[in-house]
């Protein structure tokens, strides 16, 4: 079943979250004739956007965003605009596109497919939507990405115009454009958006206010495109971190860190590679160099293997990573941590039958990891397996009852089955469990769920005001 919203939904759903936040919010324009004005120009900040009739008859399964390009009005590239600052847009972009029904792609994995891809074929989006196994892509560009400082008076600002295509046709599904804003430095901190956590404390207050206007950039586009579908949540692979490379230097050389290992003992030699790995002393390819003399150093050793395969998952190698997973289970059978690793790897490449016996071995060795269970559930509802996943769900909400994640994949297996009023039960459930968890995020993902379960003539009692009444509450700890 599929769920539409309409101009007016979009805007009921923008409010609450801009309310949320404490700020006054853009004005939302459908150009209508796909042809988006160009917000850079426009002094009251509309978010200009076109969902096209593509998009309406036959709505994609699955959205992967490629990496954008960053260049100025005239086409040519910004110096001013580096890689990472479109790195950020491109992640912040995928944080709030996560949670709608649709299916996603990691952004390591997109990034791992493409290395792999002849430079020639990397705009064959064709090939490219086959290799991901993914119906539609989005393409962008980073127009404007800084801030500016006149004496007391302070702007930030991030712009971006991107385009949802059909990856086999190129046909146009979605398009929008916005430049967000922030003057004065007192932008505030709207606690909806950051659905994944995604500031570093540790970055200072003018990146700080960066993010959190690349935040509402992504935030403001992201609910211009309809959300299709009730589905299961999938829980991701690999961490979405924001932090720019420019924090992540090391003080001492890769070729220093390697050339003083030689002097020490094999123990540890291998003790002082984890060590800079743990400490994030190296990055991009030195990590690559680090990882490789782990494993040189190391190729016996079940916890080095095992570090190896979840550096290789962070970087979209599933298949390179089962290899290293199976020799660390060679070498200790009984890493429960090990055994869903592989699990979770086995769902990415569609063993879904050797996923199974994976994550019961895991369970097995740890029946009390409410993690294990959500991945069984997940693993089930893929199968179609409805009973089982809802017994695995179940006992990870036995023993931990905030779990938000099982509660609202309870709540779409039910749909799934047409029982709406467990589903609008469970799904209601599931949004107080984020709002005590603090995943905004899904709280509104979960608030627009049940209005549409309302709009089906489900009984919902008060739960819908009383989620928002909780969601408006937020803004006094935001």
């Given at each position: 079943?599929?769920?539409?919203?309409?101009?007016?939904?979009?805007?009921?759903?923008?409010?609450?979250?801009?309310?949320?936040?404490?700020?006054?919010?853009?004005?939302?324009?459908?150009?209508?004739?796909?042809?988006?004005?160009?917000?850079?120009?426009?002094?009251?900040?509309?978010?200009?956007?076109?969902?096209?009739?593509?998009?309406?008859?036959?709505?994609?399964?699955?959205?992967?965003?490629?990496?954008?390009?960053?260049?100025?009005?005239?086409?040519?590239?910004?110096?001013?605009?580096?890689?990472?600052?479109?790195?950020?847009?491109?992640?912040?972009l995928y944080a709030h596109l996560a949670p709608q029904g649709k299916?996603?792609?990691?952004?390591?994995?997109?990034?791992?497919?493409?290395?792999?891809?002849?430079?020639?074929?990397?705009?064959?989006?064709?090939?490219?939507?086959?290799?991901?196994?993914?119906?539609?892509?989005?393409?962008?560009?980073?127009?404007?990405?800084?801030?500016?400082?006149?004496?007391?008076?302070?702007?930030?600002?991030?712009?971006?115009?991107?385009?949802?295509?059909?990856?086999?046709?190129?046909?146009?599904?979605?398009?929008?454009?916005?430049?967000?804003?922030?003057?004065?430095?007192?932008?505030?901190?709207?606690?909806?958006?950051?659905?994944?956590?995604?500031?570093?404390?540790?970055?200072?207050?003018?990146?700080?206010?960066?993010?959190?206007?690349?935040?509402?950039?992504?935030?403001?586009?992201?609910?211009?495109?309809?959300?299709?579908?009730?589905?299961?949540?999938?829980?991701?692979?690999?961490?979405?971190?924001?932090?720019?490379?420019?924090?992540?230097?090391?003080?001492?050389?890769i070729e220093d860190f390697l050339r003083g290992l030689t002097y020490?003992?094999?123990?540890?030699?291998?003790?002082?590679?984890?060590?800079?790995?743990?400490?994030?002393?190296?990055?991009?390819?030195?990590?690559?160099?680090?990882?490789?003399?782990?494993?040189?150093?190391?190729?016996?050793?079940?916890f080095a293997n095992g570090l190896y395969a979840n550096h290789l998952?962070?970087?979209?190698?599933?298949?390179?990573?089962?290899?290293?997973?199976?020799?660390?289970?060679?070498?200790?059978?009984?890493?429960?941590?090990?055994?869903?690793?592989?699990?979770?790897?086995?769902?990415?490449?569609?063993?879904?039958?050797?996923?199974?016996?994976?994550?019961?071995?895991?369970?097995?060795?740890?029946?009390?990891?409410?993690?294990?269970?959500?991945?069984?559930?997940?693993?089930?509802?893929?199968?179609?397996?409805?009973?089982?996943?809802?017994?695995?769900?179940?006992?990870?909400?036995?023993?931990?009852?905030?779990?938000?994640?099982?509660?609202?994949?309870?709540?779409?297996?039910?749909?799934?089955?047409?029982?709406?009023?467990?589903?609008?039960?469970?799904?209601?459930?599931?949004?107080?469990?984020?709002?005590?968890?603090?995943?905004?995020?899904?709280?509104?993902?979960?608030?627009?769920?049940?209005?549409?379960?309302?709009?089906?003539?489900?009984?919902?009692?008060?739960?819908?005001?009383?989620?928002?009444?909780?969601?408006?509450?937020?803004?006094?700890?935001?």
């Open positions: 079943m599929f769920r539409w919203f309409k101009l007016s939904n979009l805007v009921i759903l923008s409010a609450t979250a801009l309310a949320v936040s404490g700020c006054i919010g853009p004005s939302y324009l459908d150009t209508k004739n796909g042809d988006p004005k160009d917000s850079a120009s426009n002094p009251f900040g509309e978010v200009s956007y076109h969902v096209y009739d593509s998009y309406t008859n036959e709505p994609p399964n699955c959205v992967a965003i490629l990496p954008f390009t960053h260049s100025v009005k005239n086409g040519t590239s910004s110096t001013k605009i580096t890689l990472d600052n479109v790195e950020v847009v491109r992640k912040a299916k996603d792609v990691e952004l390591p994995r997109i990034d791992f497919v493409l290395e792999n891809i002849p430079k020639s074929q990397r705009q064959n989006y064709a090939l490219i939507g086959k290799k991901l196994d993914c119906d539609a892509l989005i393409i962008g560009n980073v127009s404007a990405f800084g801030s500016q400082y006149i004496g007391v008076y302070s702007k930030v600002s991030v712009g971006a115009q991107m385009r949802m295509i059909r990856a086999s046709t190129g046909e146009p599904l979605w398009e929008g454009n916005h430049l967000a804003e922030s003057h004065g430095g007192s932008f505030p901190l709207s606690p909806i958006g950051l659905a994944t956590g995604i500031l570093d404390a540790a970055m200072n207050v003018d990146e700080e206010q960066t993010f959190r206007v690349v935040d509402d950039l992504a935030r403001r586009l992201v609910h211009t495109i309809p959300d299709n579908r009730i589905a299961i949540l999938d829980d991701p692979m690999a961490p979405l971190k924001m932090a720019n490379r420019a924090n992540q230097t090391s003080r001492q050389s020490k003992p094999q123990g540890e030699q291998k003790d002082a590679i984890i060590k800079a790995i743990t400490d994030e002393m190296f990055h991009g390819h030195d990590l690559k160099r680090i990882y490789n003399a782990l494993i040189e150093t190391a190729p016996n050793d079940a998952v962070k970087n979209g190698d599933y298949f390179n990573a089962a290899k290293y997973v199976n020799t660390s289970l060679a070498l200790n059978a009984n890493d429960d941590a090990m055994h869903f690793l592989k699990g979770r790897i086995q769902i990415q490449l569609n063993n879904l039958s050797g996923a199974d016996a994976s994550i019961l071995k895991a369970i097995t060795l740890k029946p009390t990891s409410t993690k294990y269970l959500n991945g069984l559930g997940f693993l089930n509802s893929l199968r179609g397996h409805n009973d089982r996943a809802l017994a695995a769900y179940q006992m990870a909400v036995d023993l931990e009852p905030s779990n938000g994640y099982a509660l609202y994949n309870m709540g779409v297996t039910f749909y799934n089955t047409e029982d709406l009023q467990a589903a609008s039960d469970y799904i209601s459930k599931a949004a107080h469990a984020y709002l005590q968890t603090g995943d905004y995020g899904q709280a509104v993902k979960a608030l627009a769920d049940l209005k549409e379960l309302k709009a089906l003539g489900v009984q919902t009692n008060n739960e819908i005001s009383k989620i928002e009444h909780l969601l408006l509450a937020v803004q006094g700890t935001g």
